[in-house]
């Protein structure tokens, strides 16, 4: 079972975040993280995540983020304050498959994954 499925949205946002450190312009690192903010009900620094990468991409890329990663967000925004349910894009709660550090150091062979 994943992390968020498990209700450790802690070390899901900890595992995503150092995901993204690793490869920052990765969209599906980003997604992790953005995903791991939603599934703790922490929308402002969702938000706050998917701006920071747009303006990164836009900057070393020149590119805009997926349409799926802005559809996302969109669906953040618009989602009641006080919504228990997060189903966001058509993915049900715990759908986020985040890898806890160690898998994440050996999927990426990183030794920064391990010295967490």
Known sequence: MCLVGLGRFGEAVDAALLAVSAEPLRESA??????????E???AEAHRTYIFYRNLVRRELGVEPSSDLSVLIRGCRDRPADSNSWNVSGRQPGSV???DTASAARHTGSAAFNQV
């Open 41 to 43: 009900g922490n929308l």
């Open 97 to 99: 498959k985040l890898l």
């Open 30 to 39: 980003q997604r992790a993280l953005i995903e791991a903010h939603v599934a």
